[in-house]
């Protein structure tokens, strides 16, 4: 009854029906989650989860494993994409070191849930232990409940983490059963001879450890801390009934996790951007997800986030605010009766 009721007030704005498009897809979402004809989206949150990777020992990146403390510094201080972006759209923004291979100075807007320098190399050994892996949730959904007690009832998942487009690559892999090949894509931006070296690196680890199906044994074996800690919190986020922005392939492969875990948390996710990463287009397929934008971007932090949240407002803005056929005092459309193919014409 409440989709119904929905869906006719989406109908009856002056407009052609569906001629605001995805827009209208997107209110009715937000809409049906709050259970409100009215909803409202409140302190938008973006969460930058932080950390590295032992598999970046193995130079599957263009980038050395310091950029991750350098690049959390850039956020810190304010000079990054999210940064600008977040700033633009009044968005508030919180890093969280989940475990950067560096000691990082207070700050207001930093988190410190770290929960180790740097996973291990999985291709010695599982990326982290189950109890490691226990600590990344419980860490994470106490930061989000922290976070929706505020009041905020929207938030968007971003990531800092050299080597984190192998890690993904693998959570793909075995949770999707799509090739290998499929998988793996440029990262930072390699060159096709290091590209070669990274599906070797990423091969190799795949017969390592055979078939793995329990999600979290999968994310214990290849995941990073901070996409553990991005799982647990988009966890959380659902059980507080939140609407959670999804950014790119790193993003989406801790959703995927999530996913695997509690199957309803894709009722409540709008997914932000298409990345240019190879993977993530097979990925968002397989979750059957409309993004809202197309950019190229490969660039995570929750950027995709912050730039399709201004959309969202507007789908939610354009329900609440446009005026009715009938409140506008203008005419519905008249549909024309279906033609009796049994009646003669008169041409």
Do not use: W
Request: aromatic share 6%.
């Amino acid at each position: 009854m409440f989709s119904q009721e929905l869906q006719h007030k989406i109908d009856t704005k002056t407009k052609p029906p569906g001629s605001l498009g995805q827009l209208e897809r997107i209110a009715f979402k937000v809409a049906r989650i709050q259970q409100s004809l009215s909803p409202a989206l409140c302190l938008p949150h973006i969460v930058v989860f932080a950390g590295d990777h032992g598999i970046s020992q193995e130079k599957v990146s263009a980038y050395p494993v310091e950029v991750t403390g350098q690049m959390v510094l850039n956020f810190l201080s304010g000079g990054a994409a999210i940064n600008v972006f977040c700033h633009q759209n009044e968005i508030e923004l919180l890093i969280v070191d989940a475990g950067v291979n560096r000691d990082l100075p207070g700050h207001i807007s930093l988190v410190d849930h770290k929960i180790g320098k740097s996973t291990r190399n999985f291709l010695e050994m599982p990326a982290m232990t189950p109890e490691q892996r226990v600590t990344c949730f419980a860490r994470s959904q106490n930061l989000v409940d922290i976070i929706h007690n505020k009041g905020c009832n929207v938030i968007g998942f971003g990531e800092m983490g050299i080597g984190n487009t192998s890690s993904a690559s693998m959570i793909m892999h075995y949770l999707t059963g799509l090739p290998l090949e499929e998988c793996i894509g440029n990262g930072t931006g390699i060159n096709p001879d290091q590209l070669a070296h990274k599906k070797y690196i990423l091969s190799k680890a795949r017969r390592l450890y055979g078939n793995i199906t329990d999600p979290l044994l999968v994310l214990e074996t290849f995941g990073g801390f901070e996409t553990a800690q991005m799982t647990g919190a988009m966890l959380a986020a659902f059980e507080q009934n939140m609407l959670l922005l999804i950014d790119g392939f790193i993003a989406s492969s801790a959703l995927l996790v999530a996913q695997k875990i509690k199957p309803a948390i894709l009722q409540n996710c709008i997914f932000c951007h298409e990345s240019a990463e190879y993977g993530h287009q097979f990925l968002l397929r397989y979750f059957h997800a409309e993004p809202i934008l197309h950019l190229d971007l490969r660039l995570g932090e929750g950027t995709g986030c912050a730039l399709a949240y201004p959309i969202i407002k507007s789908a939610v803005c354009f329900l609440n605010n446009m005026s009715s056929f009938t409140s506008a005092g203008v005419t519905h459309r008249q549909d024309t009766p279906a033609v009796n193919s049994n009646t003669p014409s008169n041409s």
